[in-house]
């Protein structure tokens, strides 16, 4: 039987149904801004970053955390002695920063939030140190201020000999023509950015197709990747701010950007408005991919609706920037290219990729 | 043998090295502030909320997590049916909102942290309405926008039938003559404001005194307060953000603030500056600190080292601004008192308690 994330024991449906519940009382609060001058803008509610807006800036404010992907460092830690958490920092520090950025906004302050289930954890002093030492190198690839955060013992709450990672950003944006506002229409084009690996999503089915090998983390990955499987998903995620300023200083218009993370190509039509997306410069699967598919076993379509395949963010521009995009993007050290386009197709919603024979319909993505 | 919270398992020792360290780190980033038209104020670092200098502006950063009061609420369920995730949600955004204001600012926005074991634990409705009800009502009583949030479920990190509730605020300080800048001086008024219980402080043991009770939550608190152990901790905590706005309304300068949390009264000591606190006005010991004190048990001195022992919230003005600090704190529905004075007395610090026999040299307050 080949796994699916579903299978993997995260339960999707009752998660959701919490989510709604707190985007519909939450959305009951808006009128709260108006003693501090800000009002909430249209469409804000469902994107990755939370939006005020002043009469001459926004204000940004995300809150986000790692996962389950430290658990992957404790079990590599354990089984090679090789210490990960300088890249579990700079993964949580992405993915806090990757939603902010995907309304235009640069984050200005980094906050963390470290519980642990026994201060003991924290004797560990070259783990220790990783921590704080990625954290702050990820708060200078994002160009943001460590400002502060909260480093709790939660005994019974926190499982024994392991960490909660999470965190929160602040950025203004201005001016407010910078808003990423999802305006994306037909005929735009989605320029991908590469990621590094898995970053940090689905690793709870990573996790499991360890469980599942004799030799766990340290199986070599092969496909002519000389890491092991451990080595591959902890390769700490890519920060993407950078090619998001090198877009405002270009004067490149983005469209939208989506942070590709849970449901992995689905999320290129988060975008409420149906389009077609069809991406027609598909890669081979990076190794890790296609290792996790061969082990798990994960069919091709599983794995582009749970993973990113090697895509970590996309762009949606102009046609007449499409080149530009590109050219930002690599002068600022990514690796990113031209994937294919959206089109108006009527009220139908899809991801299509001819090449690997996929189309995910609308439907297959309930939650934003 | 007496209890003292070193001895309920938090050991303080690790933590602080860890916290001492991100403070290291923290402070070499802030260079990264010059990209984004701000800068770091002399003094924010090492208060309870990061502050962001502009020309015209502050902006505020806090990240707080709740600690370990859920799990007293998880208990008296069990225990009793009776659901107390409204207060418990209440009580995460007070922690948070009650540090970003003691620099000034106002919480704008607030975004929730909600971290489960298992998805399942959202499959009990009663319990996760009460919880999105709490939080906007919280949100509600603080002014702040519910700005949106991250619902993970991390199994292996966090326990099985249990939440780790955190977020964080954001708030923009504007006039910059609003701040509170800890210029507090020799003769300056402490002007005390009522907590509505232990608030978020000190549960581990709390919890360990549950343990040794044949009752366990349900025990009577007695001392004339007709409520169990369970409902007198699990009181929702007192959010004090209406007092500071009602001091910037009246125009009366706060000089410094103290959100009383862990250290107890300790806490009153935290300016760097050397002073000596005495506290002339105190009050018989609300009936749950009483209880505590008896069941524990726990000596008078441990109990103000380590609870609020009914003081949540404590404001340092100037003599002639005292009176009218209470007047301010007793519109907005707060019960406050003026409780005691700074003063000089060389490089000495310490808080004075003389109608219980108290004295808390600088010593005893290691982290700030």
Not at 322 to 331: H, K, L, S, Y
Request: charged share 25%.
């Amino acid at each position: 039987m080949s796994l699916s994330y579903e299978s993997s024991g995260v339960r999707y449906d009752e998660l959701d149904a919490f989510k709604r519940a707190c985007q519909k009382a939450a959305r009951g609060t808006a009128d709260l801004l108006d003693g501090h001058g800000y009002r909430e803008p249209a469409e804000t509610r469902g994107e990755s970053c939370y939006l005020m807006e002043a009469d001459d800036h926004f204000l940004a404010h995300v809150e986000e955390g790692l996962g389950t992907k430290n658990l992957v460092a404790d079990a590599v830690y354990k089984q090679s002695g090789k210490c990960f958490y300088r890249e579990v920092a700079i993964d949580t520090v992405a993915t806090i920063v990757n939603d902010l950025i995907t309304c235009g906004a640069l984050p200005t302050s980094l906050a963390m939030h470290a519980a642990v289930g026994d201060s003991g954890w924290f004797g560990d002093a070259q783990r220790t140190q990783a921590l704080v030492d990625g954290w702050a190198e990820a708060c200078r690839m994002s160009g943001a201020v460590w400002g502060g955060g909260e480093t709790p013992t939660l005994k019974g709450i926190i499982e024994p000999d392991t960490i909660c990672l999470a965190g929160s950003a602040v950025g203004r944006l201005a001016p407010k023509s910078l808003r990423i506002m999802g305006d994306a229409k037909d005929g735009d084009v989605l320029v991908f950015l590469a990621s590094s690996g898995v970053q940090t999503n689905g690793l709870t089915l990573c996790r499991k197709i360890a469980d599942q090998l004799p030799e766990g983390y340290a199986t070599p990955l092969g496909f002519g990747d000389e890491r092991t499987y451990g080595e591959a998903l902890l390769a700490p995620s890519v920060i993407y701010v950078k090619f998001v300023r090198e877009c405002q200083v270009r004067g490149i218009k983005l469209n939208y950007v989506s942070h590709v993370t849970g449901h992995g190509w689905r999320k290129l039509m988060r975008l409420d408005e149906p389009f077609v997306y069809e991406i027609t410069e598909t890669r081979d699967e990076p190794a890790l991919f296609k290792f996790m598919m061969e082990k798990g076993p994960i069919e091709l379509k599983e794995a582009y609706a749970t993973y990113n395949m090697g895509v970590g963010f996309a762009a949606y521009v102009d046609p007449k920037d499409a080149e530009a995009t590109v050219a930002a993007a690599q002068a600022t050290g990514y690796d990113a290219w031209i994937a294919g386009r959206m089109h108006k197709d009527g009220d139908r919603k899809a991801v299509e990729i001819p090449s690997k024979g996929i189309t995910f319909g609308g439907d297959t993505l309930q939650v934003r």
